[in-house]
């Protein structure tokens, strides 16, 4: 489709007029056509190469042709929102320097596995299309990854590799059809906004992992089918934003959480300095985390006592080790760095 000019008082329009558009061969880094009611992509006189930050948002676009995507070696931003893409190219993977990526409100079922070439990745932007899956690796690789918003979708779980993004900021899974997250959750350390919320009756339960999140601020797990948050929440001292209405709650009652999050923070240390946990289950996660100093003074008693037979841990389970755990430890439940830091009150100790 031959691109006659920039619409009046548009924002292309605003910087200067036509540059990279046909018959022009201006080298622009920003190149703005959204907006356009663009079924194709401009001719081949576009400096593609030159180009740092496209918007081809809110257009028709049904396709990204390969060749195109393959030469925009230097892009930066990619916005192509709202349109009508089916699939992305898997040239896509060229992108080495691509950090936004925005292809929401598409008609997207899945994301090429390419997309994990996109190293320098720090935002992907996914939600309202039709994803079922998200490639199982691209955790291992997009390791850059600060947000991740996939909401609005028809995804049933998470990449397994999921827990690999330790510098995600931000998860946003509403509105799909989770069953659970994935395990090593707790490798997330920065993670300071998770969005579960209107997963519906799919969600039933938040791992014990979740209270390891020391970094996070904001919790949404409204309109599931949870009927108990883990006791572990009580650890996430920072958290500042709570939602869990729409749950047939039981523990804590919708009253306690109507009251916010200190209140619900106390009922779960009440429930933990009290034993009303379920028993084994807690002792196998609560011992290690007030070894490790997890909770703050004023939310564990004083006299609070765990026997060794209590935690689950003994003398011929301990040694010695130095920095991070090997990687046969990744499996585990809790982040070695919490599971082998000292307790201000005790005695250093490593779990092997």
Not at 127 to 150: A, S
Request: proline share 6%; charged share 20%.
């Amino acid at each position: 489709m031959r691109l006659e000019g920039p619409r009046r008082g548009s924002s292309f329009a605003r910087r200067g007029g036509a540059r990279g558009f046909v018959g022009e061969e201006a080298a622009a880094h920003d190149v703005d056509l959204s907006g356009m009611s663009l079924d194709s992509l401009p001719g081949p006189s576009l400096n593609l190469a030159a180009i740092t930050k496209l918007d081809l948002s809110n257009n028709n676009l049904e396709s990204i042709p390969e060749s195109l995507a393959a030469r925009l070696l230097n892009v930066v931003v990619l916005d192509v929102h709202s349109n009508q893409l089916q699939t992305l190219p898997n040239s896509i993977g060229c992108l080495s320097k691509l950090r936004v990526l925005n292809v929401s409100g598409n008609m997207l079922e899945s994301l090429p596995k390419t997309i994990e070439d996109c190293r320098s990745l720090e935002e992907l932007q996914a939600n309202f299309n039709k994803l079922t899956v998200l490639p199982d690796t691209m955790g291992f690789e997009l390791t850059n990854l600060q947000k991740l918003c996939v909401s609005s979708n028809r995804l049933a779980s998470l990449p397994y590799s999921t827990s690999h993004m330790t510098s995600l900021r931000v998860l946003d899974a509403q509105l799909n059809c989770l069953c659970s997250l994935p395990d090593g959750l707790e490798n997330l350390s920065r993670l300071e906004v998770l969005n579960l919320a209107q997963n519906f009756r799919y969600l039933r339960s938040l791992p014990a992992s979740i209270g390891l999140l020391a970094a996070l601020l904001e919790l949404d797990v409204s309109y599931n089918h949870i009927t108990a948050l883990p006791d572990s929440l009580a650890c996430l001292g920072k958290l500042r934003k709570l939602r869990a209405e729409g749950n047939p709650l039981t523990s804590p009652p919708m009253d306690v959480v109507e009251h916010g999050v200190d209140a619900v923070r106390q009922y779960l240390t009440a429930r933990i300095n009290g034993g009303g946990g379920n028993g084994k289950g807690k002792k196998s996660w609560f011992g290690r985390l007030v070894k490790c100093g997890t909770f703050t003074d004023g939310m564990i008693k004083n006299d609070l006592r765990l026997s060794r037979e209590e935690e689950g841990l003994f003398p011929s389970q301990y040694r010695p080790i130095d920095g991070l755990a090997s990687p046969r430890y990744m499996g585990m439940l809790f982040s070695p760095r919490r599971l082998f830091s000292p307790s201000r009150n005790s005695p250093r100790r490593s779990l092997s």
